[in-house]
């Protein structure tokens, strides 16, 4: 029932910008909050960035002050701008959305989208 499906990825220079955007369906976008992750080759899936249910932001140290998560409520899409990004940036990237039972957030279990590759070259 629940949809994640990302996009706006693609190749930058370093230095440059990219928005992804990660269209949500079958859920209310501000309800639990929303996650980017990002993971690349040969790593770990890492934490990137979260809004919770409030509109409040958190930021992994790396990409805190280059990076910022939004949300458009009417189109019930979640945004990540990415700016002055760098090669370590490189990795697919993917939105996350906790799910909900009887009105209670599962932090531990999430609806991931399909990822959207972010491949910044020197």
């Known amino acids: 029932q629940v949809q994640l499906v990302e996009s706006g990825g693609g190749s930058v220079q370093a230095g440059g910008s990219l928005k992804l955007s990660c269209a949500i369906s079958g859920d209310i976008i501000s309800r639990c909050g929303m996650r980017w992750y990002r993971q690349a080759i040969g790593k770990e899936r890492e934490w990137v960035s979260t809004i919770d249910s409030a509109g409040t932001t958190i930021y992994a140290e790396s990409v805190k002050g280059r990076f910022t998560i939004s949300q458009d409520n009417a189109k019930n899409t979640l945004y990540l701008q990415m700016n002055s990004l760098k090669t370590e940036d490189t990795a697919v990237y993917y939105c996350?959305?906790?799910?909900?039972?009887?009105?209670?957030?599962?932090?531990?279990?999430?609806?991931w989208g399909q990822g959207t590759q972010v491949t910044v070259s020197s």
């Open positions: 996350a959305k906790p799910r909900s039972s009887w009105g209670a957030c599962q932090y531990n279990n999430d609806y």
